[in-house]
């Protein structure tokens, strides 16, 4: 099955600052690739996602890239506000109502 | 539009004693996953419904858990008997049909926290 693999496990920025997180996934098959986050104590939240038919993806201070051939996919939030101090997920699944595989998570502070 | 409903949100339990989780998914939402979350890891998937039928259920411990949607709407997670590992958040999520959105997104409920002592 797919394994989904997620660094850094823990990130600290000072506001402002920019942050990334990697994650790389073992099924070529794959074609589905959606980040959410989790705050403390609520459910995951979709934030971003994208196909593999597209290489990159914006959305105000979020972006996500792909790379099929490396099979690994990033997050990059710029400007970083207090706000978004969260756990971020990764996924990736095979399209239509295939289930997701998560990442480990990676737990982001923002220093204000 | 209502989200996804789960009770209770927490329980506490000792060990070999059963539990049994409920969740009812957004109206019209065909598929139901059920995830535990461990904490400090994320979500892994426990079984996956397609209104009444079982899709995926490799990774759920058929020794001891057992899902069930009778009705193709709301569904339950039983534990029995529970382990001091099965200590989780336990994550039921949906997501829409086709014919409403070609992406793949789940749409979760807040969980239900299972402690076993």
């Known amino acids: 099955g797919e394994n989904v693999e997620q660094h850094p496990s823990t990130l600290s920025v000072q506001e402002g600052d920019s942050a990334v997180i990697k994650c790389t996934y073992s099924d070529s098959a794959s074609n589905y690739f959606p980040w959410y986050k989790q705050e403390l104590g609520k459910r995951p939240q979709l934030i971003i996602d994208?196909?593999?038919?597209?290489g990159e993806k914006k959305d105000q201070r979020i972006a996500v890239t792909l790379n099929k051939t490396a099979k690994h996919f990033s997050l990059h939030i710029t400007e970083t506000q207090p706000e978004d101090s969260a756990v971020y997920f990764c996924?990736?699944?095979?399209?239509?109502?295939?289930?997701?595989?998560f990442g480990s998570g990676t737990r982001l502070q923002v220093q204000p | 539009e209502a989200g996804v409903a789960q009770s209770p949100r927490y329980k506490i339990i000792e060990k070999r004693q059963s539990v049994a989780f409920w969740c009812n998914p957004i109206s019209g939402h065909a598929t139901l996953y059920w995830y535990q979350q461990i904490l400090g890891q994320g979500p892994k998937l426990l079984i996956q419904?397609?209104?009444?039928?079982?899709?995926?259920d490799s990774q759920l411990p058929k020794d001891r858990f057992s899902a069930e949607r009778l009705k193709g709407v709301d569904s339950t997670l039983k534990i029995q008997p529970a382990k001091l590992e099965d200590s989780a958040v336990y994550l039921c999520?949906?997501?829409?049909?086709?014919?409403?959105?070609?992406?793949?997104?789940?749409?979760f409920g807040e969980g239900s926290r299972l402690t076993v002592l």
């Open positions: 999520a949906s997501s829409p049909p086709p014919r409403l959105s070609n992406t793949g997104e789940l749409f």
């Open positions: 996924a990736a699944s095979l399209g239509g109502r295939r289930a997701l595989t």
């Open positions: 994208i196909r593999s038919n597209v």
């Open positions: 419904f397609q209104n009444n039928g079982v899709v995926d």
